[in-house]
């Protein structure tokens, strides 16, 4: 089977950084993808490796292991409204489906 | 460009009662899938479609059953809604699968 592990919860302070730890447990592993959800809404893509390193998109980057079979999310400058909940996401390249995470809440204060 | 539409957006069931739920796509994306997603809980994979033509089972496949009409659509049918159905559920959809996936703007429903 398929498992990933990421923390229940975060808080940090607006203008901090944060990283979201993702470990994952998968055969035939593909990639890594992340996701923002807010309350009441629908998950919406943020990032995704393939290849191992980072991959920056403005304020958020994504970083991935395949070695240790680990990644991050690392939020730069918070912002008020990166107050959500992030899905870290294994996709299975013999199989052609994707398992999430349990999702880590971040709260991000003035 | 609306990307991935999911119809309804609320429904209320009776146990026992049947229900389609709708999916459409307009990204010209080979892959589709529909998650269901548990208050405080992760998305759970139901059924999986990788290209036109195809559906597999996903981790929580039991009472569902998928339809891929074409490579715009892909319907997820309850034949005999339960209450432990009641849930949020979301489509989406993906170029290829293996890549990032995007999401239709869910559809809430409940069982009685």
């Known amino acids: 089977g398929q498992s990933l592990e990421q923390p229940s919860e975060v808080t940090a302070v607006e203008g901090a950084i944060v990283q979201i730890n993702c470990t994952y447990q998968?055969?035939?592993?593909?990639?890594l993808s992340w996701y923002q959800q807010h309350d009441g809404g629908a998950p919406t893509f943020l990032s995704y490796?393939?290849?191992?390193g980072l991959e920056e998109t403005g304020r958020f980057s994504s970083f991935l292991s395949r070695s240790d079979s680990y990644g991050y999310l690392l939020l730069q400058e918070l912002q008020m409204k990166d107050s959500a909940s992030y899905f870290c996401?294994?996709?299975?390249?013999?199989?052609?489906?994707?398992?999430f995470g349990d999702g880590t809440t971040l709260t991000v204060k003035p | 460009n609306a990307g991935v539409t999911q119809t309804p957006k609320f429904q209320v069931l009776k146990t026992g009662q049947s229900m389609t739920l709708q999916c459409a796509q307009d990204?010209?994306?080979?892959?589709m899938y529909w998650y269901r997603q548990d208050p405080g809980m992760g998305l759970r994979l139901i059924y999986y479609?990788?290209?036109?033509?195809?559906?597999d089972k996903g981790e929580v496949p039991n009472g569902y059953n998928v339809s891929r009409l074409n490579k715009r659509e892909f319907s997820l049918r309850l034949e005999s809604a339960a209450p432990s159905q009641t849930s949020v559920y979301f489509c989406?959809?993906?170029?290829?699968?293996?890549?990032?996936?995007?999401f239709g703007d869910g559809t809430r429903l409940s069982i009685l």
């Open positions: 490796n393939a290849l191992d």
């Open positions: 989406a959809s993906s170029e290829q699968k293996n890549q990032p996936q995007h």
């Open positions: 990204m010209n994306h080979n892959s």
């Open positions: 998968t055969s035939g592993f593909y990639g």
């Open positions: 479609s990788a290209s036109e033509g195809t559906t």
């Open positions: 996401a294994a996709h299975n390249t013999n199989a052609g489906k994707s398992t």
